[in-house]
């Protein structure tokens, strides 16, 4: 259900019913919607209905076209409508594959909007659809722990994306065709992303095994295997990954991808927004100094034109212009103070961390460690100032204290590092790898 909160218009209400009642007829999907759902084998065969992928496309352009609650709420009312138009009684494969498409829009609506725990419940609900394709759960289950991950939840993480190599672990290898190959490679690299979090990198490796040379190797699994080569120094390599996702995911204008389908935090957008964030971490451990500003500022707008200028996503890649700032100033033995607490404090904002004053406690979960990282790195820019040293040096207490992150310490994470075989990659979910 709506929450009461997001009430619309009569005359909304109305144009939307009027069109759902229409089945979409005049309605063309657009080649620009913001959550790439569609996947090409569903929409060429018989096994999802029609209509149902032009109401998805609809909801996503309509939830897209002002980004407002009211958009929102229309949208959604879209989805819930198209839904309970589906059989509750059949449970056959075109049924079932239909209502897990609606499913995975709505979790993505509510993910972007920070509703969490009501985009997981869109997402569990699919695995019930027993019948549905095996990429519609995969994509699931991997949004899932994605989520999760956001959400620092680590070890349930690690559950979940165990029961996405349970989906594909009856896949019979010698006879999969290639779509099986990427729900393959999709389930391996959430693993391993998980495994990457915990700083297991010898756990992680055995999962990207073989990726180099892997069809499967693209989208989201082609990002998460650049962020192992990245934290494990790889650097030439994972660069060239970086550019190939972006340059893959950027030109794909449509929805005739047969691996396009993907929800929330793994939607292709956020993918090429974490794909470009990482990239321009890379050229600043590469002391590419131009290159890592212009990419980083190319990676805010994206989040901002995606999410609006207040999300704490935008906060995330803030914190990364910032780091590269304070990398610069010391390796070229320069200044920018202004320009790093500018960043920091806009960053902070947006993450909606705690106030200094509040202990933190076992319970804070959600973006701590970009938080941490945020303010430990902006407790730096102060303690190099005389006269704000005291401030800086309660903002590192607090941020220390706040570090979630099991192998590495906060200060590790602030620094880069010739000697060490680990190199600390910042995702966009905001986790430290």
């Known amino acids: 259900m709506l929450p009461s909160s997001l009430k619309l218009s009569r005359a909304a209400t109305a144009t939307v019913a009027r069109t759902v009642q229409l089945g979409l007829a005049s309605f063309k999907p ?158 391996k690299a959430i693993k391993g992303l998980t495994e990457l979090v915990q700083g297991n990198l010898e756990s992680a490796e055995p999962f990207f095994q073989g990726f180099l040379d892997n069809k499967g190797c693209i989208g989201n699994a082609a990002l998460t295997y650049g962020e192992f080569l990245h934290a494990t120094r790889n650097f030439s390599l994972a660069k060239d990954i970086y550019q190939k996702v972006i340059q893959e995911v950027a030109k794909k204008k449509d929805f005739t991808d047969v691996h396009a389908l993907a929800a929330c935090n793994m939607a292709s957008e956020e993918v090429l927004l974490a794909a470009t964030c990482s990239l321009g971490q890379l050229e600043v451990h590469m002391g590419n100094f131009g290159n890592a500003e212009e990419t980083l500022t190319t990676a805010l707008n994206r989040a901002e034109q995606l999410f609006g200028s207040h999300h704490p996503k935008v906060g995330v890649v803030l914190t990364c212009l910032a780091l590269m700032f304070q990398h610069k100033a010391k390796q070229e033995h320069s200044s920018s103070l202004l320009i790093q607490e500018g960043l920091y404090r806009r960053a902070i904002d947006l993450l909606k961390a705690p106030p200094l004053d509040l202990e933190v406690n076992r319970t804070m979960r959600s973006r701590m460690d970009i938080i941490a990282l945020a303010r430990g790195g902006y407790a730096e820019t102060l303690c190099i100032q005389e006269n704000r040293k005291p401030e800086g040096e309660k903002m590192k207490r607090w941020a220390e204290a706040a570090w979630r992150n099991r192998s590495l310490s906060l200060s590790e994470a602030l620094k880069i590092s010739d000697s060490s075989t680990r190199m600390p990659v910042l995702l966009a979910s905001g986790k430290v790898a």
């Open 30 to 187: 657009s080649s620009s919607t913001p959550y790439r759902l569609i996947h090409d084998g569903i929409i060429k065969g018989p096994n999802v209905n029609p209509v149902a992928l032009q109401m998805i496309d609809y909801a996503l352009s309509l939830a897209n076209s002002k980004k407002s609650d009211e958009s929102h709420a229309q949208a959604m009312l879209v989805l819930e409508q198209c839904l309970s138009s589906q059989s509750s009684e059949s449970q056959d494969v075109f049924t079932h594959n239909s209502k897990g498409m609606v499913l995975l829009a709505m979790s993505s609506l509510l993910s972007a909007r920070g509703n969490y725990d009501d985009a997981m419940e869109k997402l569990q609900n699919i695995q019930d659809l027993v019948h549905s394709h095996l990429d519609v759960r995969v994509a699931a289950m991997e949004a899932l722990t994605g989520i999760n991950l956001e959400m620092g939840n680590d070890d349930t993480s690690s559950v979940l994306a165990d029961k996405c190599l349970e989906l594909i672990g009856k896949v019979d290898l010698k006879n999969s065709d290639e779509g099986s190959e990427v729900a393959i490679a999709r389930a």
